[in-house]
């Protein structure tokens, strides 16, 4: 088992919102893809972070870029995108017109497209739901490739001897 304290969560340096992790170690860089990773494992694990409005354009007004973002995540092993805020909400507010004027059907089409073409979207509820999911995603995500490799460096291998050659 990897205990959190052996993990890193490295923080983009162009995160403009970071979550903070609180009790864990973190180490802020450029990443290449995502806003939050797990040292060492960059080219594996990549979440993405939304607060509604971000989320909002990317469903609209910067739908391209966000597509071209979401594409790059494919290559990730373990990916998510983490939205704070509650789904049913988001559609409800669409529905009456007050967060946008895109259609709840609309961006319930899109969210469902990209999950499945992408990557997962999660809705979280909040801000701090958001930071809970991430927490849990790259703990587990790191888990996932470390406890293999930890089994591994535990082998020993017996190479049998040589017969004298006769």
Not at 37 to 43: C, D, F, L, P, Y
Not at 120 to 132: D, L, Q, Y
């Amino acid at each position: 088992m990897i205990p959190p304290s052996q993990i890193t969560i490295i923080v983009d340096s162009r995160e403009q919102a970071p979550f903070t992790f609180a009790g864990m170690q973190t180490e802020t860089a450029a990443l290449p893809h995502g806003d939050y990773s797990v040292g060492g494992m960059e080219k594996w694990i990549a979440v993405e972070r939304k607060s509604l409005s971000d989320f909002i354009a990317c469903m609209t007004s910067q739908r391209r870029r966000f597509e071209t973002e979401l594409a790059a995540l494919r290559g990730y092993r373990y990916r998510a995108v983490v939205v704070e805020y509650n789904l049913d909400t988001l559609l409800r507010g669409l529905a009456d017109g007050s967060l946008s004027r895109m259609s709840w059907q609309s961006a319930l089409g899109t969210i469902s497209a990209w999950t499945g073409r992408f990557a997962p979207i999660m809705f979280c509820g909040s801000r701090k739901g958001g930071e809970a999911f991430a927490r849990a995603f790259l703990t587990n995500a790191a888990k996932d490739i470390l406890e293999p490799l930890q089994h591994l460096a535990q082998v020993q291998v017996q190479v049998p001897a040589r017969e004298p050659a006769a």
